[in-house]
């Protein structure tokens, strides 16, 4: 079914196709287009970042903070909730990232922040965010791409890293990211709807948990990125799919693999990897894939190429969006649609106040 693609297109009437075949080349249209933009100006200079998101627009602050952990000169913090930390202040860059500019859990913590003196960035099309960033004197930085936000991931990643990186706040990444996009073209190839099943490992890797329970582990870089497969999976291929971390999950989870049975038959661990982790960490995954295999559980590895940080996550982001792609066929679902979110929001907006 994966190979015809008529029918595979016809699962897909708002063509997500097309959106994940341009991320590679959405990747550096967004970084160019924020080398140039203004940048916020510090009351006093910067002495944490924070950036308030949900679901498709929150990742890219997570992809970033973990890009970052060893390179940041400040803390970053990603807050996915309605509050701003009690330390935000005039010394706080506090970034509001929303696709549509209207998730009231970061209007309200992006308007604490601005309450506490702290100076605004905004990432979004437009709406409620713009304003609000603007009317405090903010820098907007605006998307130019239209798309489901979790469709539109080039552009609410990359720009974060770019500013933050002109701000000096954390490393600058240019060549990194100009290499790690020309690789991306070359790797994906064999992902695309038109390589056979035969060939193409994320049509492989949809079969494989089209029946199952998906759990993504992950591990420093790669954590977002498990949780990027995760959120995917729900949202694209409309089923369950849930993420453990390294070396965490080696201090509970590993207690719990074989119980109850039908959950551990069901489930399909990939483990997202590099060769960049610590021996340490590649040392616990071999083992805690040895404990599942004794409790019968099924498991994969998929290793990076390891080229940069930024490369891994990039290859292994672009790989779980195909693989989300065709598990939605495999399921007869269309991968754009997102009923259950419109409708909760719609049901939110009518109970403002609440
Ligand atoms: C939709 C998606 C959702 C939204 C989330 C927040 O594709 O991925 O997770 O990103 O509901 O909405 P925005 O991004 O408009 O702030």
Redesign the pocket.
Known sequence: MLDDLVRLRAHDPEAMEEKIREFPAQCLLAWERAGTLPLPVPAVPFRQVVIF??????IGADLVRALSEKDARVPLVVVRDYHAPAWVGPGTLAIG???????EE?LQALTAALAAGATPLAL?TG?RLAELTRAAGGVVIPIAYQ?????ALAH?FLPLLRVLGRLGLVADRDGELRAAVAALQVRRATWLPETPTRRNEAKQLARWLARGLPVFVGSRHLVPVAWRWK?QLN?NAKGWATVEMLPEMDHNAIVGLGLPRPVARQARVLFLSSPLLPERLRWREAATAALLTEAGVRHRRRAAAGQSLLADQLELVHLGDWVSYYLAALRGVDPTA?AP?DQL?AALAANEGR
């Open positions: 998101g949900m679901g498709g627009s929150a990232v929303s696709y549509s500019g209207t998730t970061t979004t709406g798309a489901r936000p979790r469709a609410l959120g949202e997102m979110i929001k």
